[in-house]
């Protein structure tokens, strides 16, 4: 009776470590989270300015997940797909960069901002830009553009990596004009606050987005081991009490160690109301 007590225990830790190493390596990394948000009168039922944000996708390969997610967006049809840093770590995937873009539907637009990878992995940034632009995608650092969708206008205020580059608010919304809808693209959350400290009392902004942190990629129940420098207090999700508000994404890809626990990839769509 022993033995066979004993032989149940050693089966349950087996297939409980079994379980775990295939969410750490496969359920949180290619089953990719949907989280969706609604603005003023958007609603599930409207039709909508759909925004979708995709943050360090660190890309690696054109595997069956990233080329799903391609599939999904061109039926979705977003208006616009922002893209939040981290969209690849090394200099020999810029071309794999290209080829993930060029499987999204070229009339939607895109806009980027850079991460920490696109300076520590010695990417050279002037091809990058070419990439980006190759694809309908505008890359823009320290910039502020306009877009018109409807009777709406939004403007994008992407600011440089808090890291790696030289941000500057002051020079990114020198374009800045009023807008239905304003959005602030910005990789490491931690900088949110200089923004929220620069910003004048005038300006309108409806939210930050941001990622960087993988929502701590080793999430165990609360305790994270590790954040990223320039995370700050923040590991995903929303911070409403952040003036602006702030959202930062856990992500698609990974970094350093390529698992995940307790912080399943995800993009976020951010709907307007179309008015």
């Known amino acids: ?26 359920v949180e990394k290619f089953f990719i ?9 958007a609603t599930k039922e409207t039709e909508n300015i759909k925004l979708v944000q995709l943050s360090d996708l660190h890309l690696q390969s054109l595997n069956y997940q990233l080329r799903r997610l391609t599939a999904q967006l061109n039926k979705m049809q977003p208006e616009l797909i922002l893209i939040t840093g981290d969209a690849i770590d090394k200099a020999e995937h810029v071309p794999l960069l290209n080829e993930f873009l060029k ?77 239905d809808y304003h959005i602030i693209l910005n990789h490491c959350p931690q900088y949110s606050e200089q923004i929220s400290a620069q910003l004048a009392n005038n ?42 508000k702030l959202y930062v994404s856990k992500g698609i890809g990974t970094s350093i160690f390529p698992a995940r626990f307790g912080a399943r990839a995800e993009i976020a769509i951010f709907n307007l109301e179309r008015g």
């Open 1 to 26: 009776m022993g033995l066979t007590r004993r032989k149940f225990i050693k089966g349950g830790i087996l297939v409980a470590f079994c379980a775990l190493i295939a969410d750490m390596f496969w």
């Open 33 to 41: 989270e949907i989280n969706e948000f609604f603005f003023d009168k």
């Open 103 to 179: 499987l999204i539907d070229k009339n939607i637009q895109k806009v980027a901002i850079l991460g920490n990878w696109e300076y520590w992995g010695s990417i050279d940034l002037n091809e990058l830009k070419k990439v980006y632009e190759n694809n309908n995608c505008t890359l823009l650092v320290n910039q502020t553009v306009s877009y018109a969708f409807r009777n709406r206008t939004i403007s994008i205020t992407g600011v440089d990596d808090f890291i790696g580059g030289k941000p500057d608010f002051t020079a990114a919304i020198k374009e800045y004009r009023e807008s």
């Open 203 to 244: 300006m309108k902004v409806d939210f930050i987005l941001s990622g960087h942190t993988h929502g701590g990629q080793f999430n165990f129940f609360g305790f994270i081991p590790f954040l990223p420098q320039g995370s700050g207090k923040y590991v995903k999700g929303w911070y409403n009490d952040n003036i602006p």
